[in-house]
RNA sequence: GCGGCUAUAGUUCAGUGGCAGAACGCCGCUCUGUGGCAGCGGAUGUCGUGGGUUCGACCCCCACUGGCCGCCCCA
């Protein structure tokens, strides 16, 4: 640092700002959380949809909302550049286009079902999805701007049965049991209606009178909103607000007798399901398509503030606000980077006393004892591997003494491969759990290589 | 987008305006076909990036970037 090799500051290339890369300890949980997901809803009727990544901006204006935050200000878009003149172009003024990465899934769902022309089957559609999902946000616990999504869509013509309330408590259901049956401890649904879309209109006509005199007296926040966003002013979480916030008009006092006696219904069916749930008269979800059924479920442990976990709800008038048929739907999504940290969070406690948890181990660790033996120790690799085994392969330059350091703690035997077992065919076997050497034979190696193995799955990293 | 905290070895972190540190991990030897233990030895690094103050900056100041926490918003 004294004299003047001043290089050229290289950049050093890094996961861009929230993003990031899951590494081999990591998604062995995030698989477990995706096959859960894929059995549960396949037992519930769904399938999988896979969607573009990228959208038209359109898409997104039209279908979550311009005034939105999302739209508004958190989105990756761009103008796709207008085709080059040396590119063939037919018409040299081919507009560009303005595309976004999608900020969530259920926009890219309806356009796929419109453009497929689900309907017509007159069926009701069951969708699930797992992917990216991007927002320019400030990144922090719990959320990225390459954040993932678990979600599901049921959306179909209302003859289909589309609009039943069975639909809204089924759904609900099915998430209670996923999360059961993941080990998510501690979650609790909140649920409300934020009634039809004529409905909505009403009340933000209402609530927006209700804010005109004291709208002064709220904060900027609330200011903005009440101009913006009215239904927006009941999730405000500032304190001196509340008791202003507390005499405004409730949603479940202007809602239609049709919502109202849909909600009961949803309830009725859940407790008769036996999920628990809280009321809560002020929950209001960020998109604009959200119509009667709304809900969010939460969590204690491993996410800070950002204590939701999966949010979803209602919108009956998203396909025809996209230009498709009439098709009421619901459906949520989970934030599996959320969920992954609560889980997390959770083994993290369960660990605490119980010391550290075991991991995977291979099935064997080849360890040639000299350079001589290493085509036969890939060889004999590739048998093992073809009859289902799990095998490492050491290197014939490394000491017996380093392979057996490598091999203990990395496969549960070890098998040595030197030039009499080259010659013989009998290969020394020791098992690292008992320390027991034995010799076996290379036809017998396979099957006494598979006794033992064992058939917990461990995802603690 | 706003506010606060933060960035030193592979990792977790100490540190002082005057030669860069510990623990764990890593490598070697004791010990050339039998490891986990132990002893001895070794290497760690543009102290996040760029500027400024200073005789001298890892330390003080500014900017930038990243991470974390809160707000906003959402999953």
Redesign the pocket.
Known sequence: ?TDSK??P??P?L???????DLLPDQTPLWNHVETIARNLFARYGFGEIRTPVLEATELFARGVGEE???VS??MFTWEDRARAAGEGARSPESKAQLLTLR??N?AGVVRAYIEHQMANSGALRKLYYIGP?F???????????Q???I?AEVIGPPSSGSESPLRDAEILEMLASFLDELGVRGWRLELNSVGSSQDRVHYNEVLRAALQPIGSRL?A??QR?AVT?PL?VL????PEDQALIGALPRIADHISADSQAHFDAVRAALEACGVPHHLNPRL????DYYTRTTF??TVATGL?????????GRYDGLSEMLGGPRSPGIG???????LILTLQAQQEEDAKGSGTSPRELLDAYIAP??RAQDPAALALAHELRSAGLRIEVGDGS????????????LARH?V???????NSEIY?V?A??S?E?TRITRAKLAEALRGLQSSSTNFVQ
């Open positions: 640092m001043k290089a500051a290289r050093a890094k996961a861009i700002r929230g993003t990031r939105t935050d999302i200000k958190e900020p969530e259920t999902q927002r320019r946000e400030r990144p922090q616990r719990g959320r990225y701007r954040f993932w999504q979600g904060c926040d609330c909103r966003n927006r999730d405000c979480k500032v209001v979800r960020g998109l969010e479920f800070g503030t950002q204590n939701a976990l999966l949010g979803g949520f999504a989970i934030g599996e980077d959320r004892l000299s490394f000491k017996l003494r380093k392979s057996f350091e490598i091999a203990d703690g070890i040595l491969l030197g030039e009499d077992e080259a020394t020791k690292f759990s320390g050497q």
